[in-house]
């Protein structure tokens, strides 16, 4: 079955360390994005990828940074810059102009 | 620059009423895409419709239905007779082609939050 796979769901952090968001999509899209959404919020584009090896921000990077090495696979990482990490975020792909096919979620808390 | 808003936070509604989401996008492009996804209490986003700037008829999908209208630049969704699964997040969004032919970045509205109470 072809999709896009967010893990972990529930992630815990403590402050001051960096975590590592996993999305990988089997759907050979060639973009791929990264979006937070904070709790009665919409979502926010942290940074987005339309082909391997390369990425642009969003509105919202500082504090991110992610890689596209293969074309599966978006991970972001959430870095100890970020200051108010605590959100929902979600990983979508993309091919062309269709629609945006997204994950499940990372529900991410500092603790 | 891009924008959607969606100026509607929250609307609370009867079961079997009819309810209008609004949503109104800026862009500066002439080719363009414009989407309605629905964010269940799960959280994972559900694609709704896509229209393309160039493809102003509206549509219906049973209860659903979407009013395309470039003139306001607005690509409102109204849902008939609504019912309690209908109860959601729905969120517009907008992408602009870039002159490569894919598709720019994605960007969404805060969403309105549809209660309909039983």
């Known amino acids: 079955d072809g999709g896009i796979t967010q893990s972990p769901k529930y992630l815990f952090r403590k402050e001051g360390q960096n975590v590592t968001l996993s999305c990988e999509q089997n759907?050979?899209?060639?973009?791929m994005y990264w979006y937070r959404q904070d709790p009665g919020q919409g979502l926010r584009l942290i940074y987005y990828?339309?082909?391997?090896?390369?990425?642009q921000k969003g509105d919202i990077a500082e504090g991110y940074s992610v890689s596209r090495e293969k074309k599966e696979s978006f991970p972001l990482t959430v870095t100890s810059a970020q200051k108010n990490p605590t959100a929902f975020y979600l990983c979508?792909?993309?091919?062309?102009?269709?629609?945006?096919?997204f994950g499940q979620g990372t529900r991410l808390t500092v603790v | 620059a891009q924008k959607v808003t969606q100026a509607q936070t929250e609307i609370s509604v009867v079961e079997k009423e009819d309810v209008t989401l609004d949503c109104v996008y800026e862009?500066?492009?002439?080719?363009?895409?414009l989407f309605w996804y629905k964010q269940p209490p799960s959280g994972e986003l559900v694609f709704l419709i896509r229209?393309?700037?160039?493809?102003?008829q509206n549509e219906i999908s049973g209860r659903y239905s979407w009013n395309f209208q470039k003139s306001t630049s607005s690509f409102n969704f109204t849902i008939t007779a609504s019912q309690v699964v209908d109860s959601a997040v729905y969120f517009c969004?907008?992408?602009?082609?870039?002159?490569?032919?894919?598709?720019?970045?994605?960007?969404f509205g805060t969403g309105t939050l549809l209660a309909v109470q039983p």
């Open positions: 979508a792909s993309i091919q062309g102009s269709a629609e945006a096919f």
């Open positions: 759907l050979n899209h060639d973009a």
């Open positions: 990828s339309q082909i391997v090896n390369d990425f």
């Open positions: 862009t500066r492009d002439t080719t363009y895409y």
């Open positions: 229209r393309n700037s160039f493809d102003e």
């Open positions: 969004a907008l992408s602009e082609r870039n002159y490569g032919g894919a598709t720019n970045k994605l960007i």
